[in-house]
Every structure is written in structure tokens, then in C-alpha cells.
Nanobody, 121 residues
Framework: QVQLVESGGGLVQAGGSVRLSCRAS??????????MGWFRQAPGKEREFVAA????????RYGDSVKGRFTISRENAENTVYLQMFSLKPEDTAVYYC????????????WGQGTQVTVSA
């Protein structure tokens, strides 16, 4: 069982920036290739892929709506992944969920509890 604990988020004005953190703990993460990353879900909408990072080689991928504005990074020693969000827009308002699973996060094995990001106009 892997636990994912998110931090960061809150209320920010449009054009501002926020950094989210997610720390993983628990057994079963020593071997194999896996990824960590973020999804988000706005009210009345489906959960959307945001970004993922491969734990083995650090390669990254992003959802189209956040490319060029968000940056994902990892700190291996701390089992932590970060999502730095710049140039925030009101449409970025959502609950952001940390996730881990396949290397590109094509499928998710564990989810965090979610953290709210609200961008005011």
C-alpha cells in the first residue's frame, strides 16, 4: 500500500503561481518502473491528466491545457513530486490529485486525497 500526501494549493489570483507537493510513503516502491504525477477535476467535469514524471529517468509529459505553464519535477531521495504552476487562469481551478502508477501514468494505482486550487479572476 502506498500513501500519497499532498500539500500546497489554496487561493491565488489569475496570473499568479502556486506549487504543489506530493510525498509517497509505504512499501513496494523499490523495484520496477513507475511514474508519479497529477490529475485535476473541476466541478461538473471529468478528471483530467495534468502532468507525469518517470521515476527512473525523469522524463516528463504534460496535458495540452498546461503545457508551457506548469512544470513537474521529482526529488528521488524524498519520494516527492512537485507541480509548479505559473500563469494561472480561472479555468485552472480544480481539485488536484496526486497519483502514482505506470511510468507514463497511463494507468493509476494509487491516488492522493486531493488539494484545492482556486484561481480568482
Amino acid at each position: 500500500q502506498v500513501q500519497l500526501v499532498e500539500s500546497g494549493g489554496g487561493l491565488v489570483q489569475a496570473g499568479g503561481s502556486v506549487r504543489l507537493s506530493c510525498r509517497a510513503s509505504g512499501p513496494g516502491r523499490t523495484f520496477g518502473r513507475y511514474g508519479m504525477g497529477w490529475f485535476r477535476q473541476a466541478p461538473g467535469k471529468e478528471r483530467e491528466f495534468v502532468a507525469a514524471v518517470s521515476w527512473s529517468d525523469g522524463s516528463t509529459r504534460y496535458g495540452d491545457s498546461v503545457k508551457g505553464r506548469f512544470t513537474i519535477s521529482r526529488e528521488n531521495a524524498e519520494n516527492t513530486v512537485y507541480l509548479q504552476m505559473f500563469s494561472l487562469k480561472p479555468e485552472d481551478t480544480a481539485v488536484y490529485y496526486c497519483a502514482t502508477g505506470s511510468e507514463r501514468l497511463d494507468y493509476v494505482t494509487y491516488w492522493g486525497q486531493g488539494t484545492q486550487v482556486t484561481v480568482s479572476a
